[in-house]
C-alpha cells in the first residue's frame, strides 16, 4: 500500500502560469481533501470531495478548482497562479464512516514567482 | 467562527520529562479530536484520536478529552530527542462536516 501519494514533488511557477497537483489513494477511501500550509497560518482547507463525484468549498477555495475523476484520484488546480499561493499543498484522505481520521500525501512545495 | 487554539511554543524539556501538550477548541458539538506530528519539512503523521471523555493511552502517548471545556491534551511520557516536531491538534467541528479544523501547532524541543 503506497498510501496517499501527490506528484509532483517541486515545482516552480511564473505569475499567470497553470498547473494541476495530483493525488491519489489506494486505501479505498470515500472522502479526499486538499490543505495548505503557510509559516504561522496553519493547515487551511481548500477543497473537499465527500465522496465521488462531490466536491466542496473549504476555508481558502480562491484562486484554485478540483476535480474528483474517481474513487482514487483528487486533483488540484491553479489556473493562474499567484505569488499568494506559494506553500505547501497536502492531500489526505479518509474513509471510515464516524470516524475522521485523516492520512497525508508527502506534499508538493510549490512557489510562485 | 471555528477555531482551534494551540500554543506556538517553543515548548522545551529535557530527555526523559513529560511535555504536555494543549489544544481548546471553540464548537461544542464538535465529536472527533486527533493529534498529529510533523516533522520539520514532511507532513503530518496522525499518532493519536480521541472521540470520548477521559484519557487513551498508546505506548509513551496519552491524549486526554474534557468536552465539558472544550479541553484536548497530549502527554508525552519518557520525551526522546526523536519527539522533538510540532504537534498539531485536530478537530472535526460539526458545521464543518467531514473537514478537520486545525491548531497552528506546537514545536516540542527534546533536548538529550
Known amino acids: 500500500n503506497a498510501g496517499v501519494t501527490q506528484t509532483p514533488k517541486f515545482q516552480v511557477l511564473k505569475t499567470g502560469q497553470s498547473m494541476t497537483l495530483q493525488c491519489a489513494q489506494d486505501?479505498?477511501?470515500?472522502?479526499m481533501y486538499w490543505y495548505r500550509q503557510d509559516p504561522g497560518m496553519g493547515l487551511r482547507l481548500i477543497y473537499y470531495?465527500?465522496?465521488?463525484?462531490?466536491?466542496d468549498k473549504g476555508e481558502v477555495p480562491n484562486g484554485y478548482n478540483v476535480s474528483r475523476l474517481n474513487k482514487r484520484e483528487f486533483s488540484l488546480r491553479l489556473e493562474s497562479a499567484a505569488p499568494s499561493q506559494t506553500s505547501v499543498y497536502f492531500c489526505?484522505?479518509?474513509?471510515?464512516?464516524?470516524?475522521?481520521?485523516?492520512?497525508f500525501g508527502p506534499g508538493t512545495r510549490l512557489t510562485v514567482l | 467562527q471555528k477555531e482551534v487554539e494551540q500554543n506556538s511554543g517553543p515548548l522545551s524539556v529535557p530527555e526523559g520529562a513529560i511535555a504536555s501538550l494543549n489544544c481548546t477548541y471553540s464548537?461544542?458539538?464538535?465529536?472527533?479530536f486527533f493529534w498529529y506530528r510533523q516533522y520539520s519539512g514532511k507532513s503530518p503523521e496522525l499518532i493519536m484520536s480521541?472521540?470520548?471523555?477521559g484519557d487513551k493511552e498508546d505506548g509513551r502517548f496519552t491524549a486526554q478529552l474534557n468536552k465539558a471545556s472544550q479541553y484536548v491534551s497530549l502527554l508525552i511520557r519518557d520525551s526522546q530527542p526523536s519527539d522533538s516536531a510540532t504537534y498539531l491538534c485536530?478537530?472535526?467541528?460539526?458545521?464543518?462536516?467531514?473537514?478537520?479544523?486545525f491548531g497552528k501547532g506546537t514545536t516540542l524541543s527534546v533536548s538529550s
Open positions: 489526505a484522505s479518509h474513509g471510515l464512516a464516524g470516524y475522521n481520521e485523516q492520512f
Open positions: 486505501m479505498n477511501h470515500n472522502s
Open positions: 470531495s465527500a465522496s465521488e463525484g462531490t466536491t
Open positions: 464548537d461544542r458539538g464538535s465529536q472527533s
Open positions: 480521541i472521540y470520548s471523555n
Open positions: 485536530a478537530v472535526n467541528m460539526w458545521a464543518a462536516g467531514t473537514a478537520l479544523i
